[in-house]
């Protein structure tokens, strides 16, 4: 199956600081989305962005789908931004479902005052 | 829009007894759903998929007669482990999309269900 690895697994950050996490996935995909999960395990939809370039506030996202790999970008963090944050993939197949996804480890982000 | 809901939030239960999970779409038809397991400091894992009106697709690995998943309605999904054990404790989400049966696009997930079997 594809495969999704995420980069850093770990990251620290003082308030105020910018970050890129980055996905890297094994194959070519029709559906990538970024989540941030947080402390209570709540699953929160930051961008669906199989491709392109999108951005919601402090947040944006850059999906190079011919290179394999997908960047959040987070600006000006703050300590609510804490969490995990997970990519996740489903493969272009091609003529069949296209929709189930695959998650990354996720990386663990710590904004501290 | 596009929230999912789940019941209950947590549940602890004793070794032996089944129980239930509800998922539902609030504002939105669901034409399929999704059922994950976490467990802790790790990554999501896909148990299901199931389409409204037909048989769960099971992932590799998942005992189809443990984890027994209806999918009644378009806005309504269950997950019930039977035959609770310890080692069935996990974090449980859902997760809903709409679309064809071929491409769907977001899925939206729901708030979780904590098990602790005892």
């Known amino acids: 199956g594809i495969q999704v690895e995420q980069s850093p697994p770990d990251l620290i950050l003082q308030e105020g600081a910018n970050s890129t996490l980055r996905c890297n996935f094994s194959d070519s995909v029709n559906n990538l989305q970024w989540f941030h999960q947080n402390p209570w395990g709540q699953l929160i939809n930051l961008f669906y962005i199989p491709s392109g370039t999108k951005q919601n506030g402090r947040l944006s996202a850059t999906t190079v789908a011919t290179e394999r790999y997908s960047l959040l970008y987070i600006s000006s963090s703050q300590t609510t931004d804490s969490g995990v944050y997970f990519c996740a993939v489903a493969p272009d197949l091609s003529g069949a479902g296209s929709y189930q996804l695959t998650f990354g480890k996720g990386t663990k982000l710590s904004v501290i005052p | 829009g596009a929230v999912v809901s789940q019941h209950p939030s947590r549940v602890i239960c004793k070794s032996g007894t089944s129980v239930k999970i509800e998922c539902r779409s609030l504002d939105f038809q669901a034409t399929t759903m999704f059922w994950y397991r976490q467990f802790p400091k790790q990554s999501l894992m896909l148990m299901a998929t199931?389409?409204?009106?037909?048989?769960?697709?099971?992932e590799q690995g998942v005992e189809k007669d443990k984890f027994l998943i209806n999918h009644a309605s378009l806005t309504l999904s269950t997950l019930t482990v039977t035959s609770a054990h310890p080692e069935d404790s996990s974090f449980y989400i859902c997760?809903?999309?709409?679309?064809?049966?071929?491409?769907?696009?977001?899925?939206?997930f729901g708030p979780g269900t904590r098990l602790l079997v005892l």
């Open positions: 199931s389409n409204e009106g037909s048989k769960a697709t099971y």
């Open positions: 997760s809903a999309s709409w679309g064809t049966p071929i491409f769907q696009e977001t899925q939206y």
